[in-house]
């Protein structure tokens, strides 16, 4: 399974994260960010959270004010992808304690930095929630004291 990009929007459509990996220019960025967010933003709550666009297939999910969008190839698992929505939601969830907009707009280096930790290259590397958590718990003490947490190493 392959990710393109993943998108959290706002219910009013302002990106708050956006990680790509697959290269586009940043026209075509700017294009993908406008035609996703507006076909995510204008579909009905009781449709399906999978959608068809271009070569590819966009699953969506809302939790709370925010949308988590995920590009995929068309022959991906989709509720395979729902899962790993939901398992950097639970992640944010656990960091943050009930993560909610705010938190990612002011915090968003962390999400990245949570994001990261959980995809590499457009593949899910960990599975652990407790391990990603252990981590980013690292890279935080790192940044508050840089001399003492390297021994925790």
Same mark, same amino acid.
């Given at each position: %399974? ?15 994260? +956006?990680?790509?990996? +697959? ?6 960025? &700017? ?6 967010? $507006? ?9 399906? *959270? ?19 969008? %995920? ?5 991906? *698992?989709?509720?395979? +992808? ?24 002011? *915090?968003?280096?962390? $999400? ?8 590499? &290259?457009?593949?899910?590397?960990? +599975? ?8 980013? $718990? ?10 003492? &947490?390297?021994?925790?190493?």
């Amino acid at each position: %399974m392959t990710f393109h990009f993943v998108l959290l929007l706002s219910r009013q459509g302002k990106t708050r994260l +956006t990680k790509w990996y +697959t290269t586009f220019t940043p026209k075509e960025k &700017a294009r993908i960010i406008r035609e996703v967010g $507006a076909m995510v933003l204008n579909r009905s709550p009781k449709l399906c *959270n999978f959608m068809e666009w271009k070569d590819y297939k966009i699953v969506a999910r809302r939790y709370a004010s925010l949308y988590f969008v %995920m590009c995929v190839d068309k022959n991906d *698992n989709e509720l395979l +992808t729902l899962e790993i929505t939901h398992h950097f939601v639970k992640i944010l969830d656990r960091y943050f304690g009930n993560v909610c907009e705010l938190d990612l707009i002011f *915090n968003f280096h962390k $999400a990245y930095f949570i994001l990261d930790e959980l995809m590499i &290259a457009g593949e899910l590397q960990e +599975t652990s929630e407790k391990t990603v958590l252990r981590l980013i $718990a690292t890279q935080d003490a790192l940044q508050d004291n840089p001399n003492e &947490a390297k021994s925790d190493i």
